[in-house]
Each structure stands twice: as structure tokens, then as C-alpha cells.
């Protein structure tokens, strides 16, 4: 083989050397860095699980506040409306009475036409 040729092949060959190297070094400075990204997941994971099973309980808890709230409103209202009701009712009556006497005073008594 030709000296050309030899020089040639050793430096390809040092150049595929070196390139193994610093793609080793590379590839494990990133798996240092999925290290770090895994580990900081897993760590926000443990934190997240029980803040979501306590949402999950405060949401439940709300729930049934409500559905108790509800129930009691419904109660107050069969409770307290139907003496409301009859209250406006009596007032209405009353009312209606009072503006018929002013009426009644204010006009006259309406008379009676000669025929």
C-alpha cells in the first residue's frame, strides 16, 4: 500500500476513535440529564398523588354540603312560604279595601240618575 493511502486510513480511523469518544461523552451527560428530569418527576408525582386524593375528598365533602344545603332550603321554604303567601294575600285584600273606602270618599257616593 502507499504511505498516501496508510495516512489516510489512520487518520479516518483516529477520526471514528474521536468521534466514539465524544458521542460517549454525549450520550452520558444526557443520560445524567433524563436522570435528573426522571428523578424530579417522580418527585412531583409523590407530591401530586395525595394533594389529588384530597381534592378528590374536598370535592366529595362539597358535594354532599350541598346536597344537605339544598335539603334544608327546601325545608325553610315549605316552612316559611306558605305564611308568606297568605300574608300578601291578606295585605292584597286589604289593599284593595282601603283603596275602595278613599275612592269611596274622594268621589262621593255615586247617585243615583233621575229617569
Given at each position: 500500500?502507499?504511505?498516501?493511502?496508510?495516512?489516510?486510513?489512520?487518520?479516518?480511523?483516529?477520526?471514528?476513535?474521536?468521534?466514539?469518544?465524544?458521542?460517549?461523552?454525549?450520550?452520558?451527560?444526557?443520560?445524567?440529564?433524563?436522570?435528573?428530569?426522571?428523578?424530579?418527576?417522580?418527585?412531583?408525582?409523590?407530591?401530586?398523588?395525595?394533594?389529588?386524593?384530597?381534592?378528590?375528598?374536598?370535592?366529595?365533602?362539597l358535594?354532599?354540603?350541598?346536597?344537605?344545603?339544598?335539603?334544608?332550603?327546601?325545608?325553610?321554604?315549605?316552612?316559611?312560604?306558605?305564611?308568606?303567601?297568605?300574608?300578601?294575600?291578606?295585605?292584597?285584600?286589604?289593599?284593595?279595601?282601603?283603596?275602595?273606602?278613599?275612592?269611596?270618599?274622594?268621589k262621593?257616593?255615586?247617585?243615583?240618575?233621575?229617569?
Amino acid at each position: 500500500m502507499s504511505t498516501g493511502l496508510q495516512v489516510v486510513l489512520y487518520t479516518a480511523g483516529a477520526a471514528i476513535v474521536a468521534l466514539a469518544i465524544v458521542l460517549m461523552n454525549v450520550l452520558l451527560s444526557l443520560r445524567k440529564q433524563l436522570d435528573r428530569v426522571v428523578a424530579a418527576l417522580e418527585h412531583a408525582e409523590a407530591e401530586i398523588t395525595p394533594l389529588a386524593r384530597e381534592a378528590r375528598i374536598v370535592v366529595y365533602r362539597l358535594g354532599n354540603l350541598t346536597d344537605q344545603t339544598q335539603r334544608i332550603v327546601e325545608g325553610a321554604g315549605s316552612v316559611v312560604m306558605p305564611p308568606v303567601i297568605a300574608a300578601r294575600r291578606a295585605i292584597d285584600i286589604v289593599r284593595a279595601g282601603v283603596t275602595a273606602f278613599v275612592g269611596t270618599l274622594v268621589k262621593g257616593r255615586p247617585r243615583p240618575s233621575k229617569a
